[in-house]
């Protein structure tokens, strides 16, 4: 009978330490799954702060938008590269700022290209965009040209394009008080001034009047682009038979591959007759106003 209640004790001490083995498994896989659940919840937390982030980012970048369009003279009223006040939306702060594309201040070129900057907060999380955006012209293009209309009293920085000598003259002007003379010429040759601020894709603007001091024959303008892929030439304009001062001119858009090295202007004919070029201008053109298309990125926060 001892016998038979001792075993009976070793069964029931088992299967307590079982229960107590089970008991403890269970607990441990509990906290083990609300750990994980909080892991979970901490992650969607941080995924919803993230996409709030980037709405109030998006939010910014239009507010500024708005800020470009409801300012009056904006240019002179509106500080360069710093934040603005952060406003709430939805559950997040939204805040912009302006920079100019050239330069460190609006004024410097009236007509260029700015980006505006959209920053979103959403508890630990930040997100920036930027947009670069065209505003409206405000005054009349720049020339790139340095002495186009031959005011100088000299031929510089006009260099001869081809087999020919370019000079300052004064005995016939279209207007104001000299011109460049383009003499001695080799059929094909002209004269050229270099410019500068072109990128593959942009539309330029070139003018000039010009006169034939001989027999009437064609005149033509072009733009020499080099590059690291080699040389092209884009012809702007072709006037077919040019005598006394007459308009020469035309809006093109070139492209190009490689890295632009140098660009020129030239203006020159497939004749021997003597030429004369006066009131040239070379002007960049921008964009329509508004956003560039392609230019929507991501900044780093």
Same mark, same amino acid.
């Given at each position: +009978?001892?016998?038979?209640?001792?075993?009976? *004790?070793?069964?029931?001490?088992?299967?307590?330490?079982?229960?107590?083995?089970?008991?403890?498994?269970?607990? =441990?896989?509990? +906290?083990?799954?609300?750990?994980?659940?909080? =892991?979970?919840?901490?992650?969607?937390?941080?995924?919803?702060?993230?996409?709030? /982030?980037?709405?109030?980012?998006?939010?910014?970048?239009?507010?500024?938008?708005?800020?470009?369009?409801?300012?009056?003279?904006?240019?002179?009223?509106?500080?360069?590269?710093?934040?603005?006040?952060?406003?709430?939306?939805?559950?997040?702060?939204?805040?912009?700022?302006?920079?100019?594309?050239?330069? &460190?201040?609006?004024?410097?070129?009236?007509?260029?290209?700015?980006?505006?900057? @959209?920053?979103? &907060?959403?508890?630990?999380?930040?997100?920036? *965009?930027?947009?670069?955006?065209?505003?409206?012209?405000?005054?009349?293009?720049?020339?790139?040209?340095?002495?186009?209309?031959?005011?100088?009293?000299?031929?510089?920085?006009? #260099?001869? *394009?081809?087999?020919?000598?370019?000079?300052?003259?004064?005995?016939?002007?279209?207007? !104001?008080?000299?011109?460049?003379?383009?003499? @001695?010429?080799? $059929?094909?040759? !002209? /004269?050229?001034?270099?410019?500068?601020?072109?990128?593959?894709?942009?539309?330029?603007?070139?003018?000039? *009047?010009?006169?034939?001091?001989?027999?009437?024959? $064609?005149?033509? +303008?072009?733009?020499?682009?080099?590059?690291?892929?080699?040389?092209?030439? #884009?012809? =702007?304009?072709?006037?077919?038979?040019?005598?006394?001062?007459?308009?020469?001119?035309?809006? =093109?858009?070139?492209?190009?591959?490689?890295?632009?090295?140098?660009?020129?202007?030239?203006?020159?004919?497939?004749?021997?007759?003597?030429?004369?070029?006066?009131?040239?201008? #070379?002007?960049? +053109?921008?964009? %329509?106003?508004? %956003?560039?298309?392609?230019?929507?990125?991501?900044?780093?926060?």
């Amino acid at each position: +009978m001892t016998a038979t209640r001792t075993r009976s *004790y070793r069964r029931r001490g088992t299967a307590y330490a079982f229960f107590l083995m089970t008991t403890l498994l269970v607990t =441990i896989i509990g +906290m083990a799954g609300l750990r994980v659940a909080g =892991i979970g919840l901490r992650s969607a937390v941080a995924i919803n702060q993230q996409v709030e /982030a980037q709405a109030c980012a998006q939010s910014g970048v239009e507010l500024g938008l708005v800020a470009l369009n409801r300012t009056n003279n904006w240019r002179d009223n509106l500080p360069v590269d710093t934040w603005s006040t952060p406003v709430a939306v939805g559950n997040g702060l939204a805040s912009w700022k302006i920079k100019p594309v050239v330069g &460190t201040t609006f004024t410097g070129k009236r007509n260029g290209s700015v980006r505006v900057y @959209g920053r979103g &907060t959403a508890g630990d999380a930040t997100w920036l *965009y930027s947009v670069e955006v065209q505003p409206p012209a405000e005054v009349l293009l720049d020339n790139e040209l340095t002495n186009g209309d031959l005011e100088s009293g000299t031929a510089t920085p006009w #260099f001869a *394009y081809g087999s020919c000598a370019v000079q300052y003259a004064d005995w016939n002007v279209y207007e !104001g008080g000299g011109s460049l003379h383009v003499a @001695g010429r080799a $059929p094909g040759s !002209g /004269a050229g001034q270099l410019v500068q601020g072109l990128v593959s894709g942009g539309t330029v603007r070139a003018q000039a *009047y010009v006169s034939v001091n001989g027999t009437p024959q $064609p005149v033509w +303008m072009r733009l020499e682009v080099q590059s690291t892929a080699g040389t092209q030439q #884009f012809e =702007i304009a072709t006037a077919a038979s040019v005598a006394k001062w007459r308009a020469l001119g035309g809006t =093109i858009t070139p492209t190009w591959d490689g890295t632009l090295t140098s660009a020129a202007l030239l203006i020159g004919s497939d004749d021997t007759e003597e030429l004369l070029i006066d009131a040239a201008r #070379f002007m960049l +053109m921008p964009a %329509p106003p508004g %956003p560039i298309d392609g230019t929507w990125q991501r900044e780093p926060d």
